[in-house]
């Protein structure tokens, strides 16, 4: 791994409030990680490759702790549906599809060029219930430079018969290999236990899943609290259980190395449960909007110190771009805020910036941020002419509501490796 300069117009999160800028600095970075900036070069720098993006603005790569990979294939489409029959008519037909090992490399390889290309630099990633295309998903993503983690999504009730596995003990025998197989076989890729969610996941799977990422000490991702007729059917499906928070809790799911997905509707004992948990939300607001789910309560989260990131939650959400994400967060917060609950004050741009780099990045230990002793995970956008002087943090909130991203990425470094 090299060691190098980067020098540029720097824009990072120290706290979800306060964000720090850098401009025409100079960034040392040592073996992929942070080690301080430099108004001058030094002369004891002077000798390290310099990577030059004067005038350029440069941001931490983001970070999407939520996002399916078979659904980028009809993402933007069928979006007057609620959740539970979105999946029945989209998302379970799409994933269907990828026990074709063809199909699977076709539709896999315009997701992974999509997401390289993204201003994301990690993700965490729903495959489908077929290993060996989770295992092509996986070898694709590990040519992106990216560093990801990626789950083969365990089904064996209430499912179509195409996705539903045959039994608990196969799906939890298949998830243990692939978990086995897939550990230290990549250098950025990484297994993750993915029970879809609690409708689809009979209770002999969930402990056994349970189980697997305990032996293993894996991380764990899933879906909580979407949808209010979701939320129903778990009532019925799991009466023992306080609420839907704990039917995850029962089978030893919630961790500190779980990621829920959504929480749009926590109730206040959930809320204290994900907190004694230390478990991650990974806040959905285009798919939450999209498929008319609801408003999450992110201040009363933020006010708990929750562990909360974004996610794109693609094919629900309708673009990876993560920009898109921090401008839904922010004009979701606004529509609770003022016709909810105006005791709760909307996001702020700088606190959902936060969450998209170091807030997400925090699942990953020390991303998401340039401080000295963080990962060197960045973008670099093309210099963007303005007809008058901008700071570079209103160059970053222009940036994210003008979709700079989608006008072009001169840069991007995954822990100090240059891959685009």
């Not at 720098?45 to 009809?74: C, K, R, S, V």
């Not at 365990?154 to 499912?159: A, E, G, H, P």
């Not at 973008?379 to 991203?405: G, I």
Request: with cysteine; glycine share 6%.
């Amino acid at each position: 791994m090299n060691s190098f300069i980067v020098k540029g117009d720097f824009c990072f999160s120290k706290s979800k409030s306060e964000i720090i800028t850098k401009e025409n600095a100079y960034l040392l970075v040592e073996n992929g990680m942070c080690k301080g900036f430099f108004d001058t070069l030094e002369k004891e720098i002077e000798n390290y490759t310099l990577f030059d993006y004067t005038g350029h603005l440069i941001f931490p790569g983001m970070i999407d702790l939520h996002t399916h990979a078979p659904q980028y294939a009809f993402s933007g489409t069928g979006m007057d549906l609620q959740l539970l029959e979105w999946l029945d008519k989209y998302a379970f037909p799409e994933e269907a599809k990828y026990s074709d090992l063809s199909y699977a490399k076709k539709a896999y390889s315009i997701f992974c060029d999509a997401i390289k290309h993204s201003v994301t630099t990690r993700a965490c990633v729903f495959a489908t219930i077929h290993s060996d295309t989770t295992h092509l998903l996986m070898d694709m993503l590990d040519k992106t430079g990216l560093y990801c983690y990626v789950g083969k999504v365990n089904m064996d009730r209430n499912s179509p018969s195409l996705l539903c596995e045959k039994s608990a003990e196969i799906s939890a025998e298949e998830t243990e290999n692939f978990i086995e197989n897939t550990s230290h076989k990549y250098k950025n890729i990484k297994p993750i236990i993915t029970p879809r969610f609690i409708p689809t996941c009979s209770d002999e799977l969930s402990f056994k899943l349970g189980e697997i990422a305990k032996k293993h000490s894996a991380p764990i991702q899933s879906h909580l609290c979407e949808n209010k007729d979701e939320i129903e059917w778990v009532k019925e499906l799991c009466k023992e259980a306080k609420n839907y928070a704990d039917a995850y809790d029962r089978f030893s799911l919630l961790t500190d190395r779980t990621i829920m997905a959504h929480c749009v509707h926590l109730s206040s004992d959930e809320i204290k449960l994900l907190k004694e948990r230390n478990t991650f939300v990974a806040h959905c607001p285009t798919s939450n909007s999209n498929l008319k789910s609801g408003i999450a309560k992110i201040r009363e989260y933020i006010e708990h110190g929750l562990n909360i990131g974004l996610g794109s939650d693609v094919a629900g959400g309708e673009t990876l771009s993560l920009f898109s994400v921090i401008k839904e967060a922010i004009k979701m917060s606004k529509m609770y805020s003022y016709y909810v609950d105006n005791s709760k004050s909307p996001l702020t741009f700088s606190e959902a910036f936060y969450l998209a780099t170091k807030g997400g990045g925090k699942f990953f230990s020390n991303v998401g941020s340039f401080e000295e002793g963080y990962e060197f995970d960045a973008v670099v956008l093309n210099f963007t002419p303005y007809a008058y002087d901008l700071s570079v943090k209103e160059r970053m909130e222009r940036a994210v509501y003008t979709n700079e991203d989608l006008k072009g990425i001169c840069a991007k470094f995954v822990n100090g490796n240059k891959i685009v």
